[in-house]
């Protein structure tokens, strides 16, 4: 006599499995946007933090040193670096930085720049010893995120709008 094997009771159905598999598919399917946002919160939070930091040591340097330093925005490829005045007045890449030019993501836009010196496609800040200090801001944005960095005499300040 052939005998039948004991069933498993602890074993899944396959409805139960496919049940529990759509489930699942539906809560990545919801939350995979939320992830993608956060990312690129995170990329202009970064960016944003880089900038004040770059901006605090260019003050720094200036008051340092007793020469002009340069803060420079190149719009078109989306760059920042900084220059010093050599003894000349002339404006020179400051290399000793950690890098010399850093870019800004492709997803984070530049836009409402105030305070600044355009030139063709570069917006500048000249922070001068032996002029008042400038005020100055300008945004950066992604599709659901603003931070807006204000330069206040010798003072630095990030301000996020969400949209």
């Not at 040591?57 to 989306?78: E, G, M, S």
């Not at 500048?124 to 603003?146: E, G, N, V």
């Amino acid at each position: 006599m052939i005998q039948k094997p004991p069933k498993n009771l602890n074993a899944f159905t396959l409805f139960e499995l496919i049940v529990v598999l759509s489930i699942i598919s539906a809560m990545v399917a919801v939350i995979l946007p939320f992830a993608a946002r956060s990312k690129e919160g995170l990329k202009i939070i970064e960016q944003s933090h880089d900038i004040e930091q770059t901006i605090r040591y260019a003050i720094a340097l200036t008051q340092d040193q007793h020469r002009p330093v340069k803060f420079v925005i190149n719009i078109k490829n989306k760059s920042y670096h900084l220059e010093q005045a050599d003894e000349n007045g002339y404006f020179k890449l400051i290399e000793s930085f950690l890098v010399a030019v850093r870019y800004i993501d492709n997803k984070i836009h530049i836009h409402d720049a105030d305070g600044f010196r355009q030139e063709a496609e570069e917006l500048s800040l000249i922070l001068d010893p032996a002029r008042p200090w400038p005020k100055a801001q300008f945004s950066i944005s992604t599709r659901d995120m603003t931070k807006t960095i204000k330069i206040n005499t010798r003072n630095v300040e990030i301000e996020e709008t969400s949209i």
